[in-house]
C-alpha cells in the first residue's frame, strides 16, 4: 500500500480530528495531494487539495474556514486538521496523489489512493 491514511475516529459534534496520510513510496515530492471523502450512500466527494510544495491549497465550501490541510514533503506526509466537526462530515476519507504538481478537485486528476479511514461525528 502507498498510501496510509490514519487518524479518523468517534468525535462528538464541534471536536476535532488530526488526519495523516504517509506516502511509503514517497512518490509524492513534486506532486500535488489532496483529500476527499465518501459518505454511505453517497460519492466520493473532493474536501481538500494542496500543490506539490504547499504553496497552493483550496477547500470545498462546506469545509472551508473548519478544514486545514498541510504536508510536511521531507517526511512524506499529509495533513488535514479538522475543526468544528459536523454530523455531516461523517464519512471515510480518502488521500490521493495527483498526476502533476498541481492539481484540481476532480477524482480524475488523482492516481493514487488510500485506503481511507473513518470519521463518524455524532450529534
Known amino acids: 500500500v502507498q498510501l496510509q491514511a490514519s487518524g479518523g475516529g468517534f468525535v462528538q459534534e464541534g471536536g476535532s480530528l488530526r488526519l495523516s496520510c504517509a506516502d511509503r513510496?514517497?512518490?509524492?515530492?513534486?506532486?500535488?495531494m489532496g483529500w476527499f471523502r465518501q459518505a454511505p450512500g453517497k460519492e466520493r466527494e473532493f474536501v481538500a487539495r494542496?500543490?506539490?510544495?504547499?504553496?497552493?491549497?483550496s477547500y470545498a465550501d462546506s469545509v472551508k474556514g473548519r478544514f486545514t490541510i498541510s504536508r510536511d514533503r521531507a517526511s512524506g506526509t499529509m495533513y488535514l486538521q479538522m475543526n468544528s466537526l459536523k454530523p455531516e462530515d461523517t464519512a471515510r476519507y480518502y488521500c490521493?496523489?495527483?498526476?502533476?504538481?498541481?492539481?484540481?478537485?476532480?477524482?480524475?486528476?488523482?492516481?493514487?489512493w488510500g485506503q481511507g479511514t473513518l470519521v463518524t461525528v455524532s450529534s
Open positions: 490521493a496523489v495527483a498526476r502533476s504538481a498541481v492539481s484540481g478537485p476532480d477524482r480524475a486528476d488523482y492516481r493514487y
Open positions: 513510496r514517497r512518490t509524492s515530492s513534486n506532486n500535488a
Open positions: 494542496i500543490s506539490w510544495n504547499g504553496g497552493l491549497s
